[in-house]
């Protein structure tokens, strides 16, 4: 498996990969989540040409199999926190087909290197509480749960 940054002639296979992630997600929780347009054509340039954000792929020959998007991010300008740059990868996905051989790994290794060599401090992550399988793998992955997010219905 090789990882390389997104190029346009990318975006059809990359919105393949987020219907899988999308219907994963309104499957868990479908008071939440909708299907919805795939992601436009200049939402995903954006992500590319920021400097900010990336979207880094996982390649086996030339299949996109899975993504990981990923952005440079700063603690909020507050006394109380510490300030420092992070990473906060805002989507993560490998394809179903591809998942348990390893490649989830090398994708994550490789969102960890981008922000090591941007000088950031750590890496950070949502996840939904009802994917057990995400959060077992992030586990893995050294990642460990700093904030829990709660709601009620009103």
Known sequence: MTVRKAAEKDFDEINNLFY??????????????????????EYLSGLISDDKPDILLALIDDLIIGF?????KETPKLDLLIPHGYAYIQDFVISES??????????????KKW????????????????NKDAR???????????????????
């Open 20 to 41: 899988e992630l999308d219907t994963h997600a309104i499957d868990m929780q479908p008071e939440h989540f909708q299907r919805g347009m795939p992601r436009s054509f």
């Open 68 to 72: 990981s998007i990923i952005v440079e």
């Open 98 to 111: 591809h998942r348990n051989k390893g490649f989830g790994a090398k994708l994550m290794e490789a969102s």
């Open 115 to 130: 922000a090591k060599d941007r000088g950031l401090t750590y890496l950070r992550l949502s996840v939904l509480p009802e």
């Open 136 to 154: 077992r793998f992030y586990k893995r992955q050294d990642m460990k749960e700093q904030m829990i997010t709660m709601e009620c219905p009103i």
